[in-house]
């Protein structure tokens, strides 16, 4: 199983604001927007993702989003380790997705995107 680390999704209940603190103020460029609830940035090798509550996958914590060629592999690895998921996988418009918990509570994203 094939591991990526490809962004750090962090909370906003501004988007606006956080994406001008983010170019502005530490420089770093808008790669894209979604509305007024998402936006990505490069942060070089990993992006870094800025979510309100309507995209977050645990609003109010911070997530590392890991691409992998096997989700429900990698999801069933965590439960079986002592982590637990939050959302079992499933396939939203661009990707295969699994929400977890690790073994200490932190959030970790799997995602593959789907063949299109």
């Given at each position: 199983?094939?591991?990526?680390?490809?962004?750090?999704?962090?909370?906003?209940?501004?988007?606006?604001?956080?994406?001008k603190f983010w170019t502005e103020t530490l420089?770093?460029?808008?790669?894209?927007?979604?509305?007024?609830?998402?936006?990505?940035?490069?942060?070089?090798?990993?992006?870094?993702?800025?979510?309100?509550?309507?995209?977050?996958?645990?609003?109010?914590?911070?997530?590392?989003?890991?691409?992998?060629?096997?989700?429900?592999?990698?999801?069933?690895?965590?439960?079986?380790?002592?982590?637990?998921?939050?959302?079992?996988?499933?396939?939203?418009?661009?990707?295969?997705?699994?929400?977890?918990?690790?073994?200490?509570?932190?959030?970790?994203?799997?995602?593959?995107?789907?063949?299109r």
């Amino acid at each position: 199983m094939a591991h990526d680390v490809r962004q750090v999704l962090l909370s906003t209940d501004d988007l606006d604001a956080s994406i001008k603190f983010w170019t502005e103020t530490l420089g770093f460029t808008l790669k894209f927007r979604d509305g007024t609830h998402y936006a990505a940035l490069d942060g070089g090798s990993v992006t870094i993702a800025l979510a309100t509550s309507l995209d977050h996958p645990l609003p109010g914590k911070v997530v590392v989003g890991v691409k992998t060629d096997d989700v429900d592999g990698a999801a069933a690895a965590v439960e079986s380790a002592g982590g637990a998921i939050v959302k079992a996988a499933y396939d939203d418009a661009h990707e295969r997705r699994a929400v977890v918990y690790d073994d200490q509570g932190n959030g970790v994203v799997f995602y593959q995107p789907l063949a299109r």
